[in-house]
């Protein structure tokens, strides 16, 4: 490690984590002065129960509580619009937000719209100059986004075919309020895309060029219990300790990638997502394998370290050769748990890729990438994915 290279780790959301979390909720709320609710989740979670059971918690201790669940599974601006009139008008003085991150990207994005004028995609961007919106609880269901504890929601226009991100220090939960039981009914096939992409989040930021201790730390953490526990987690979804290490694993990754960004992978999954309609964990596991045999030689030591944390005993193996094993074990924990692999299957074509690619090199993620990257390259790479 250089110690002369400055670096900075800063992470605005204080995270409370344990199995049973949620029933001290109204706690919590207690502890913001929160008394008017805005809960905003979406309709799969209301039918599962999850929706009336936080609800339940709270109307037990005497908050007023309303309720917002038109989010889509990728979040519309009308629906922070929506939501931001909603909360005004009912005059709610906190956010509870539980659900997977379109869920929580559209309760920051509604507590932050209930404080500021325009429409959200003003404040698209790194702190794009704001007030501070509504305190906001955000309850993950799911592990994968990390949107609890990130600088970043994600936020769709379909009707426009665009996709933007709105970061900074206003677009943070007050409190990270990580209870791992209530991810246990998580269906296999969105635990598979939210766990790549909780992957995807601790390798990218490991590997690429903004990367510093502590985000180093968290990122090889959040893979050694990726690697152990997502497929039980697939094929076991009742195993506590499984949803257990995949929610924390998930945290530590967005603590990580806060301050580094990503590269290649999140940098063309915003276009493909918003252009092909493709869901974000399935664009991020068609892409990584080919990301990361792109990236490998540009950081052999991490690629190895990276086959070691998978479990790949690599002590025969030259570094170019270990290196390339930690590319293999994480296609074959892609294989292994049945996640998509094409994005023909989506509806994309060749001629789509070269739109695709331009659209991708104007991400921030493009710059902090360990290999540098053309436009042409990402055509390469897409093709290769087709």
């Given amino acids: ?31 913001l002065g929160g008394k008017r609710v805005l809960l905003v989740s979406d309709r799969g979670l209301v039918a599962a129960g999850v929706v009336g059971r936080v609800a339940s918690i709270l109307t037990a201790s005497n908050f007023d509580v309303v309720t917002f669940t038109d989010v889509e599974p990728e979040p519309e601006a009308e629906g922070v619009t929506a939501g931001a009139q909603l909360c005004n008008d009912e005059g709610r003085d906190i956010i509870v937000a539980v659900g997977g991150g379109s869920a929580l990207d559209t309760g920051k994005s509604i507590a932050l719209m209930a404080k500021n004028a325009g429409h959200i995609r003003d404040y698209a961007g790194l702190e794009v100059p704001s007030s501070q919106g509504l305190p906001v609880i955000a309850i993950p269901t799911t592990a994968g986004t990390g949107s609890e504890c990130a600088v970043w929601s994600v936020i769709s226009e379909k009707a426009l075919n665009i996709k933007y991100g709105v970061g900074g220090r206003n677009m943070t939960a007050t409190v990270a309020f990580c209870d791992p039981s209530l991810s246990v009914s998580l269906p296999a096939r969105l635990t598979v895309g939210t766990g790549l992409d909780a992957l995807t989040h601790a390798l990218e930021s490991y590997v690429n060029k903004a990367t510093q201790p502590i985000s180093e730390a968290l990122s090889e953490k959040s893979m050694e219990l990726i690697s152990r526990s997502l497929r039980t987690a697939v094929f076991n979804g009742a195993d506590l300790q499984a949803r257990s290490d995949m929610l924390l694993a998930s945290t530590m990754a967005a603590c990580a990638f806060a301050p580094t960004r990503l590269g290649l992978a999140h940098a063309m999954a915003m276009p493909l997502g ?83 690619a331009a659209e991708s090199m104007e991400s921030g993620n493009i710059v902090v990438n360990p290999r540098p990257a053309t436009a042409a390259d990402l055509v390469n790479i897409m093709r290769k994915c087709l």
Avoid: C, W
């Fill in 1 to 31: 490690m250089n110690y002369h290279q400055h670096f900075s780790f800063e992470l605005p959301t204080r995270i409370e984590f344990g199995i049973g979390l949620v029933d001290t909720l109204a706690e919590e709320v207690t502890r």
């Fill in 274 to 356: 918003a252009k092909a309609k493709i869901p974000h964990g399935d664009v991020i596991s068609i892409l990584l394998p080919e990301v990361m045999r792109f990236n490998v030689n540009a950081n052999l030591e991490k690629f190895a370290r990276i086959a070691a944390i998978f479990g790949v005993d690599t002590r025969s193996f030259t570094l170019r050769e270990a290196a390339h094993a930690g590319v293999d074990a994480v296609a074959q924990l892609i294989s292994d748990i049945g996640a998509p692999t094409s994005l023909a299957a989506y509806g994309v074509q060749e001629s789509d890729l070269e739109q695709l």
